[in-house]
Structures are given as C-alpha cells and as structure tokens.
C-alpha cells in the first residue's frame, strides 16, 4: 500500500467518523456513496483509461469507500445505546442487578464504578467507604439519568455524554445505594491481576508515606486519584500532568525495562513472546486508556521488528496504532482527549525534533544523559499538543518546559524504585531502603512541581476557544510544515543525515524520495546504524 493510497484512506474514514459522531447520516446517501464508489472502480477496468486516469478513479473510489465505510462502522457502535432497555426507566429511581465490570476508582470524596446490567454499563457514584471490587455482583438503586455536559475551568461546556459513551457507557446513577450480593463474578484472570494490584497499591502506601506514595503509584500504574486535589493542581499549573496519568512516555519506560530484564534470560522467539505478554498484562493492569494501547501498539511492533530482523517505520506504526484503535472505538476520534494528546504529541515528536537538528547548538558529546535530547523533545510536544491545551483547559504554562527538564531525567528511576520497593515489600530491609531511595526522588519532583506552580507567571489563561480556531491554527500549522519540508528537501540528494547521538544517520524521509533516492543510485545513510542498541536495529 503507497502513501497516497494510506493518505486517502484515512482521510475518507476519519471524515466519515467525524461526520457521523456529529450528526445522523441517512441511510440512502450511504447506499449512494457506495453506489458511486462501485461504479468508479468499474469504470477504472476500462482498458482504454490511461495510467494516471486509473490513479484518480481509484483514489476518489476509495475516498467514497472509506467515507461510507466510516459513517456505517461509527453508526454500528451507536446501536448499544440506541437499543437498551433502560431507554424506558430514564429519570426515575430504579434497582438494578449487575456485575462491577470495570475496576473501582477511589478518590477523597467518592468511589466511581462501572456496572454491568444485561448489555448496558452504567457509571454508579457512591460513598467511598464503601468496599467495592472488580467482579462483585450488586444491587444498585437510585435514578437513573444521562450524562450530562458540564462546564470546565476553560468556560467551555464539556461533553461528558459522548465522553462517556466513548467508554461504552450510556447512564449514571449519582448518590446510589449500593448493597453486595456474591463476589467472583468477573474473568478469573483480570479478578487474580487486579487483586495483586491492590496487594502491591497497599504495600507500596505502607512503605512511602503521602503524598509521595500517590506519586510513585501515579508514575507507575497511573493512579491519578492517588495525588489528592492540591498536589494535582500543582502538576497541572507546572505542566507535568501527563508524567502521572501514563503517558506514552512512562509506558515506553515501562516496556524498556520488560525487554531489558527477558533479554537477560530468553533467545529471541522467548523474548518477543514475553514481552508482547507483558505488555498486554500491563495495558489490562491499568486499564487500557487510549495513551497506553497507542503506546503498547507501538512498542509492540518495535518489539517485533528489531527482534525479526524488519525495519520498523514510525510513521506507518502510528498510523496503525490508530487505525486499530478508532475501528474498535470510533468515538475515540473525537471524544477522548487522551487519544488526541497522545497522538499529536507523538506527531510532534516525529515532525518537529528533526527540525531541530541543525537549528540547535549540539552540547558536547560523551555526557550521561542527552539534555539537548530531552529539550528537543519537550519543546516539539509542546509545540504539537498547545492548540488541544489550549482548547480543553483554556490554559498554557509558561514553565512546563523548565519544570519537565528539571524532573523527566529522574522519573526512571522514581519508577524503578517505587516498583522494586512494591516487589521487595515481604522482605522488609530491602523494601525500607529502595522506599527510602523512591521516597527522597519522588519528594524531589514534588517539591519542583509546587515552587515552580507557585510562580506568579506560572500559566496565563485565555478565553474560550472554538473548535474551529482549533483546527484553523492546527491547518496552518501543518502547511507551514509542509511547505517548509517541501523547500528543504527539494534538493534531497544534497541533504546531510542528521548528527544525533542515539540515532547518526537515519532520516525520516518520505517513502516516495526514498525510492527516488534508491533509482538514482544515492543510497547514502542507509547502512549507519551500527552504534544503535540491537533493539533497535
């Protein structure tokens, strides 16, 4: 599959999510674009098309196609809702009999839940010292209502009910009474993993005192509700709340350290088999947010590639990471702003520091960790992920790059600590030392995140901002980045390879100069990957 043919495709079915996600398609303009589609592919067996004719009927057919295709696949995952029973009880008090489907989410003030009643989930609020768990079956009452919009700090109205039927959800039931019937009816597997879970949450809190326990459990398993109200506005006016709620960034650490540890005592075959598990486990562990299947997904075919012997193209990863994804969940695409964080951040990442490789002085090389690197790194995120900020809190931090320089070199090792402290937690010497060790670095970032939040300049808010300048400023964004990228590599066949330390010589180049590249006999840089980890080649 070429890149034009990708290009198309996707655009076609991303606009036909969104189209359906924001309004009701008829059934007959369906029929027709698929009727238009059909005809333009057989037109395009006609022998007398010329090639380039042949190019333009298959790319609008497929257009039509993929457009179609996403109204009816977004359409189908509306059914669960437009179908349910309970349609008939909404705003009246009900009891229902169900499953808790989903693990509970504790806070300070409440515990949420998810119950599962025949086919339908509903999100259920009650009082937190209520002890509930993952597969108990119960009776839930209260009045059963549809989620409603709520207004954020931004001044925006935020559409809870789509947000939640993102999740698959379609009621609430706030201030319920909620009485256990039986234990032990979810999966027997998740039930023994999530019960480790809070065996390992309990032994890590018994260690490392509050709040550095919230933290570590945060950068962890994303226990976000771990942190308490104050700490989290400290991390939201530093900028570094996406260390705390699994980012891409703390998966990738993660699955760095899973395929460092199996490399140690398996082959190939077992190293791949074992660390694709371990992945898996750990995306059922924490709950499978959109950042962590993109990010797993991901890593999951670096995994595969650098094992297979493949080469792994980042661009064409992403792409399928998000393709699986918003085809299971096609609500995703506009409802689920860790989806669409996630995904521009790593966006960022592959467009924007490649730009910085001659615009930035390189430090000398030979250090321990890759400052520049990281500065790189976390300016181009900003970059990618302002407009969505900006549209979702109505704030910008002005020190988020400071305050992520000053913490990210050391959240490895917070992690690796607070996770061994957990493991060691029967063997009590071992467990206060590594506690003590996770406790003074985890205290460290804290402390950075609550003087740096209480600057005077710390954000600036700004009025509310529609959708529409949104994607305006995202437009235009993109074809300054096209247009720049069209002028520079132009002459291609003059461009020097990137002098980065982890990745001298590789290129992120377009497939099509790639193979231009190849025809004229101009292979340079293609073979320079001799320094790089095994992983990664």
Not at 247 to 265: C, D, E, H, P
Not at 323 to 350: C, E, H, K, R, W
Not at 447 to 464: D, Y
Not at 478 to 501: E, M
Request: aromatic share 14%; hydrophobic share 50%.
């Amino acid at each position: 599959m070429n890149t034009h043919t990708i290009i198309v495709f996707t655009a076609g079915l991303l606009l036909g999510i969104t189209w359906r996600s924001l309004y009701l398609v008829p059934l007959n303009l369906i029929t027709w674009l698929l009727f238009i589609s059909l005809v333009l592919a057989v037109l395009l067996l006609r022998p007398k098309n010329k090639n380039y004719e042949k190019k333009q009927f298959f790319l609008f057919s497929l257009f039509l196609f993929s457009l179609a295709f996403g109204v009816v696949r977004t359409d189908v995952y509306t059914w669960r809702f437009d179908k349910s029973p309970l349609k008939t009880d909404l705003n009246q008090k009900v009891s229902l009999m169900g499953i808790v489907w989903r693990e509970p989410e504790y806070n300070d003030k409440r515990l949420r839940f998810v119950v599962k009643s025949g086919a339908d989930l509903i999100l259920v609020t009650t009082d937190r010292l209520q002890k509930i768990n993952y597969g108990d079956k119960v009776l839930v009452s209260g009045k059963l209502k549809h989620p409603e919009s709520f207004p954020t700090k931004s001044g925006r109205d935020f559409d809870y009910r789509n947000y939640l039927r993102m999740q698959k959800i379609g009621y609430v039931i706030n201030f319920a009474k909620v009485t256990e019937i039986e234990e032990g009816y979810g999966n027997f597997f998740m039930e023994k993993l999530l019960s480790m879970k809070r065996n390992f949450i309990e032994s890590i809190r018994m260690i490392i005192p509050p709040p550095a326990s919230g933290l570590g459990l945060g950068l962890l398993l994303g226990v976000k509700s771990a942190l308490g109200e104050e700490v989290d506005e400290d991390f939201r006016r530093s900028g570094l709340t996406h260390i705390v709620v699994l980012s891409g960034y703390n998966v990738m650490l993660i699955v760095t350290f899973i395929s460092a540890f199996f490399a140690l005592f398996v082959g190939s075959v077992g190293r791949i088999l074992l660390s694709l598990s371990a992945i898996i486990i750990f995306a059922l562990l924490v709950g499978l947010s959109a950042t962590v299947m993109r990010a797993g997904i991901m890593a999951g075919l670096v995994i595969l590639a650098g094992n297979l012997g493949r080469d792994y193209n980042v661009w064409r990863s992403l792409w399928l990471a998000g393709l699986i994804m918003i085809l299971y969940n096609p609500f995703l695409l506009l409802f689920d702003p860790g989806f669409q964080l996630s995904f521009m951040a790593t966006v960022g990442l592959i467009l924007i520091v490649p730009k910085f490789e001659n615009t930035l002085i390189d430090f000398k090389s030979g250090q321990i960790f890759d400052w520049q690197g990281l500065l790189k790194a976390t300016i181009a995120t900003q970059i990618a992920v302002l407009p969505l900020l900006i549209f979702y809190t109505g704030e910008v931090s002005l020190i988020s790059v400071l305050a992520n320089i000053l913490i990210l070199p050391i959240v490895p090792l917070a992690m690796l600590a607070t996770f061994i402290t957990g493991l060691f937690s029967f063997w009590n010497p071992l467990s206060t030392l590594f506690g003590y060790f996770a406790y003074l670095i985890l205290s460290y970032i804290l402390l950075v995140a609550e003087k740096l939040s209480n600057l005077s300049f710390a954000t600036i808010t700004l009025s509310n901002s529609s959708l529409l300048w949104i994607l305006i400023l995202y437009l235009f964004c993109g074809l300054f980045w096209f247009f720049r990228y069209k002028q520079k590599f132009a002459g291609h066949t003059n461009y020097q390879p990137s002098k980065s330390k982890h990745f001298s010589g590789w290129v992120l180049e377009d497939e099509d100069i790639v193979k231009q590249r190849i025809k004229s006999g101009d292979v340079s840089g293609f073979d320079k990957h001799e320094n790089l980890p095994k992983f990664f080649k």
